[in-house]
């Protein structure tokens, strides 16, 4: 079944979501969305923005009068959730969260709230495979191509063009390291998860994990704030040779961004620069020699400085 609705957004722009159980598409049917009908977020918290993959989340409600069973999904990839907006394009894609299915039914219409979550999320359930049949050496661009192959909703990534060499300016950095695929699996020949694996190879390269709609990107903070726009575009599994794109985006935040009584903006953790001023009067020892006329000079005029300082006399 493919349930589909739509809602407006505060500029009067429609935007589309479709939930499809089962994989089967072949029925349709309309579905009415409550008040609040779709709240997105990233994974937030203590963390800072320095995280190897950020994974977000969805929550949609709708009004139903009918018990909707098949929206319960027992695997992580059972039902597939898209939202499209009025120009026709992805701006997330993920599945409904694996768990139990419960509805009251206390009164004529009840609103559901289905909890989902995007495609990198799903490889948490993921146990990790080797690319071939046996285990092998792999360059990092067939093991991202692998791992979000796995997500089974994705068609392209971009990895930020943070490496370059003037003498080969046409080698694509990734494809040039390489990685032994036994890493991923311990002594008893137990596999990781693939989020994990994501995560490991997101460490090690210096970059953060993202998926904005059907893309997913591997970012560079550091790049970026020195001005560093230009990314390799990859097709999921396709043998063409990557391209060189550049990527910028900004967004300045206005009061048409808030629309909820008492709505609040914050920052997360973020690494701050502390500048520390010294004293204008550098001393070797913390008591100044009582027959070095200088030292004692100015250390008075030093601490007639500070309103904290308590002078004792005898």
Same mark, same amino acid.
């Given at each position: 079944?493919?349930?589909?609705?739509?809602?407006?957004?505060?500029?009067?722009?429609?935007?589309?979501?479709?939930?499809?159980?089962?994989?089967?598409?072949?029925?349709?049917?309309?579905?009415?969305?409550?008040?609040?009908?779709?709240?997105?977020?990233?994974?937030?918290g203590d963390d800072y923005i320095y995280k190897p993959v950020k994974y977000s989340?969805?929550?949609?409600?709708?009004?139903?009068?009918?018990?909707?069973?098949?929206?319960?999904?027992?695997?992580?990839?059972?039902?597939? /959730?898209?939202?499209?907006?009025? &120009?026709?394009?992805?701006?997330? /894609?993920?599945?409904?969260?694996?768990?139990?299915?419960?509805?009251?039914?206390?009164?004529?219409?009840?609103?559901?709230?289905?909890? =989902?979550?995007?495609?990198?999320?799903?490889?948490?359930?993921?146990?990790?495979?080797?690319?071939?049949?046996?285990?092998?050496? /792999?360059?990092?661009?067939?093991?991202?191509?692998?791992?979000?192959?796995?997500?089974? =909703?994705?068609?392209?990534?971009?990895?930020?063009?943070?490496?370059?060499?003037?003498?080969?300016?046409?080698?694509?950095?990734?494809?040039?390291?390489?990685?032994?695929? &036994?890493?991923?699996?311990?002594? *008893? *020949?137990?596999? &990781?998860? =693939?989020?994990?694996?994501?995560?490991?190879? =997101?460490?090690? &390269?210096?970059?953060?994990?993202? $998926? *904005?709609?059907?893309?997913?990107?591997?970012?560079?903070?550091?790049?970026?704030?020195?001005?560093?726009?230009?990314?390799?575009?990859?097709?999921?599994?396709?043998t063409s040779n990557p391209s060189i794109v550049n990527k910028t985006q900004s967004?300045?935040?206005?009061?048409?961004?808030?629309?909820?009584?008492?709505?609040?903006?914050?920052?997360?953790?973020?690494?701050?620069? $502390?500048? /520390?001023?010294?004293?204008?009067?550098?001393?070797?020892? $913390?008591?100044?020699?009582?027959?070095?006329? *200088?030292?004692?000079?100015?250390?008075?005029?030093?601490?007639?400085?500070?309103?904290?300082?308590?002078?004792?006399?005898?």
């Open positions: 079944m493919k349930y589909t609705g739509q809602f407006s957004n505060i500029e009067n722009h429609t935007y589309y979501i479709n939930i499809t159980t089962n994989g089967d598409s072949s029925k349709t049917k309309e579905i009415k969305l409550g008040v609040t009908p779709l709240t997105t977020s990233y994974e937030g989340s969805t929550t949609i409600k709708i009004l139903s009068e009918d018990y909707l069973y098949d929206l319960y999904s027992a695997k992580a990839q059972q039902n597939k /959730v898209q939202i499209i907006n009025y &120009m026709g394009n992805t701006v997330w /894609v993920g599945y409904t969260t694996p768990n139990l299915y419960s509805q009251g039914y206390e009164n004529p219409i009840e609103e559901i709230e289905v909890e =989902c979550i995007d495609g990198l999320s799903t490889l948490q359930y993921l146990n990790y495979t080797p690319i071939h049949t046996n285990k092998s050496i /792999v360059t990092f661009k067939e093991l991202i191509n692998h791992l979000l192959s796995k997500c089974n =909703c994705y068609s392209r990534f971009f990895i930020s063009n943070v490496t370059y060499n003037p003498n080969y300016p046409n080698d694509y950095y990734w494809e040039k390291l390489k990685i032994s695929e &036994m890493n991923f699996f311990d002594e *008893d *020949d137990e596999p &990781m998860k =693939c989020d994990e694996v994501l995560e490991e190879l =997101c460490q090690f &390269m210096g970059v953060t994990c993202y $998926a *904005d709609g059907a893309d997913v990107y591997f970012i560079d903070y550091d790049a970026i704030k020195n001005g560093i726009t230009s990314y390799w575009q990859y097709t999921i599994n396709s967004h300045s935040i206005t009061s048409s961004d808030y629309v909820e009584n008492g709505g609040q903006l914050s920052l997360d953790n973020v690494f701050n620069k $502390a500048i /520390v001023k010294s004293s204008l009067y550098s001393f070797d020892e $913390a008591i100044p020699d009582i027959f070095n006329e *200088d030292d004692i000079v100015n250390s008075l005029i030093n601490m007639s400085t500070h309103d904290d300082l308590l002078f004792f006399t005898t």
